[in-house]
């Protein structure tokens, strides 16, 4: 058994929140120890593209300690937390080390939640990190390669279903929808194969207005996908899906965008876990009757303020800003003054849906806009969430309006990993990603 070394905060989880809080941090040379299971950050808005072979996993993949290099006072520890007290604020590593500190902060996002439908676990794909994004790349390609190769496709070979009309759904369906698009524009794929995307709620992105919903059905329908609302899954299989109405749909990949809950790690930390199994924490990102606990970003409910007593969205803007301010407020305890209640800048919420269709509500009022004026606000927002872990946004942003801009069927590469995007990245920089199972994956299969 070890202690972390003299650090005065520890900070469990290494993505938006986790990395802009320790920089909050370092900034004022406090030592945290940042704990994270990957070597690496990963940006989950880009998640899709690499699913759909549009980017290749390093690119949206950071490492910590490059992250961090120019700050003396972090250290970095990649190992799985296996149990937290926070009573205690004591962590305990899959390494059996055990580390404390005068403050913790949990920061260890979401896992998907396959609320129990039977076959979903096991068939189903989740789109929550890198290695979901690259597991689903590669099976969804060895099933491209087959029917490239080999004529006639069986049912539902090349066939996808999306389950969830949220944001994470509709992205990947556009996507998904356009590889296939691509591949048969270039002979390649014949027929091209059929995105479904499945909700049961009455239209897909239900937190947009009813014409987000609309203009997203028909640019998705556009695109070649087709959009069934109105119904739920009621199990996967191997090879189909059943609806709730009684039919099935053919399909050998399912990608799971319907519902996240808090990562297990909060689990038995001690406070009684809140709404999606996430830690309820007050106006300041403290935990209740926890003293030195702060809890930001996806794994919290963090109040929104208004007289509905509404938790804020599970949100990279929420994440990243909610990070910063627990940073703050730990400095100010640390002076001796009172933490603050936490101020969130609310810059809407946003798709991008395909090649040239977005859709966007901007602000706190909701302002509605569609096509380059919204894909524009995408990447103003994404850039700002980029920037706090990459220092080279100018390659993501030529990227992406190439990406937007063009018709990519010429270049889409199905049977390998696409090129790098120019980040002008050292080898040093490389994260290294593995398939293997994490211990939320693995509590996921066991308790859908
Ligand atoms: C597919 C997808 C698309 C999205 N698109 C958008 C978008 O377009 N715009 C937007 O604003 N938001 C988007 N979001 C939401 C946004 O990405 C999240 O709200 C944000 O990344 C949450 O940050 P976080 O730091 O709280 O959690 P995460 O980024 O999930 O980081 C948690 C970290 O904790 C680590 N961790 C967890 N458990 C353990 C453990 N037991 N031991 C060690 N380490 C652990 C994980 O490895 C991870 O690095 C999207 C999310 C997804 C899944």
């Known amino acids: 058994m070890s202690s972390s070394g003299g650090s005065d905060v520890l900070v469990v989880g290494g993505g938006l929140a986790g990395v802009t809080c320790t920089l909050g941090l370092a900034d004022a040379g406090v030592a945290v120890t940042l704990v994270d299971r990957n070597d690496?950050?990963?940006?989950?808005?880009?998640?899709?593209?690499?699913?759909?072979?549009?980017?290749?996993?390093?690119?949206?993949?950071?490492?910590h300690r490059t992250i961090l290099r120019n700050y003396p006072s972090v250290t970095v520890v990649n190992a799985e937390v296996t149990?937290?007290?926070?009573?205690?604020?004591?962590?305990?590593?899959?390494?059996?080390?055990t580390?404390?500190?005068?403050?913790?902060?949990?920061?260890?996002?979401?896992?998907?939640?396959?609320?129990?439908?039977?076959?979903?676990?096991?068939?189903?794909?989740?789109?929550?990190?890198?290695?979901?994004?690259?597991?689903?790349?590669?099976?969804?390609?060895?099933?491209l390669r087959q029917a490239i190769g080999s004529g006639p496709q069986t049912p539902g070979e090349v066939d996808v279903?999306?389950?969830g009309g949220g944001p994470t759904g509709v992205e990947t369906t556009g996507a998904l929808a356009e590889l296939m698009q691509a591949l048969h524009k270039t002979g390649r794929l014949t027929p091209p194969g059929v995105i479904t995307i499945v909700d049961r709620g009455p239209a897909l992105l239900s937190a947009f207005s009813?014409?987000?919903?609309?203009?997203?059905?028909?640019?998705?329908?556009?695109?070649?996908?087709?959009?069934?609302t109105g119904?739920?899954?009621?199990?996967?299989?191997?090879?189909?899906?059943?609806?709730?109405?009684?039919?099935?749909?053919?399909?050998?990949?399912?990608?799971?965008?319907?519902?996240?809950?808090?990562?297990?790690?909060?689990?038995?930390?001690?406070?009684?876990?809140?709404?999606?199994?996430?830690?309820?924490?007050?106006?300041?990102?403290?935990?209740?009757?926890?003293?030195?606990?702060?809890?930001?970003?996806?794994?919290?409910?963090?109040?929104?303020?208004?007289?509905?007593?509404?938790?804020?969205?599970?949100?990279?803007?929420v994440a990243q800003q909610s990070g910063r301010w627990a940073a703050a407020n730990i400095l100010r305890e640390l002076r001796g003054e009172p933490p603050k209640p936490f101020a969130y800048k609310d810059k809407g919420i946003m798709a991008m849906i395909g090649r040239n269709a977005a859709v966007a509500q901007v602000g706190k009022h909701r302002h509605e806009i569609e096509g380059p004026l919204a894909f524009a606000a995408w990447l103003g927002v994404h850039a700002s969430l980029l920037s706090g872990v990459h220092s080279k946004t100018d390659a993501f942003l030529s990227w992406a309006w190439d990406y937007f801009d063009r018709d990519h069927s010429a270049t889409v590469e199905a049977s390998s990993a696409p090129s790098r995007l120019a980040w002008g990245s050292e080898d040093e920089d490389r994260p290294h990603i593995t398939l293997e199972p994490t211990m939320d994956a693995l509590q996921g299969a066991k308790h859908p």
């Open 161 to 163: 279903v999306v389950v």
């Open 83 to 97: 149990s937290v007290d926070l009573a205690r604020r004591t962590l305990v590593l899959s390494d059996r080390r």
């Open 231 to 317: 119904t739920g899954v009621a199990a996967v299989h191997a090879d189909h899906v059943e609806l709730d109405d009684g039919t099935s749909v053919p399909a050998r990949t399912v990608v799971w965008g319907g519902g996240e809950s808090a990562s297990s790690v909060v689990t038995d930390a001690g406070p009684t876990p809140g709404r999606g199994g996430r830690l309820d924490v007050t106006r300041e990102l403290t935990v209740d009757g926890y003293p030195g606990v702060y809890a930001v970003g996806d794994v919290a409910n963090i109040p929104s303020g208004d007289d509905a007593g509404d938790s804020l969205p599970q949100l990279g803007s």
């Open 40 to 63: 690496y950050h990963q940006f989950q808005p880009l998640l899709y593209q690499v699913a759909s072979s549009q980017l290749p996993a390093e690119d949206i993949a950071r490492p």
């Open 99 to 143: 580390l404390s500190a005068s403050y913790v902060v949990m920061a260890a996002g979401a896992r998907p939640n396959f609320f129990g439908v039977p076959g979903a676990a096991e068939h189903a794909f989740p789109l929550y990190s890198v290695a979901d994004a690259e597991r689903l790349r590669l099976h969804l390609q060895s099933h």
């Open 210 to 228: 009813e014409k987000a919903g609309e203009y997203a059905q028909r640019k998705l329908t556009e695109a070649g996908a087709v959009v069934r």
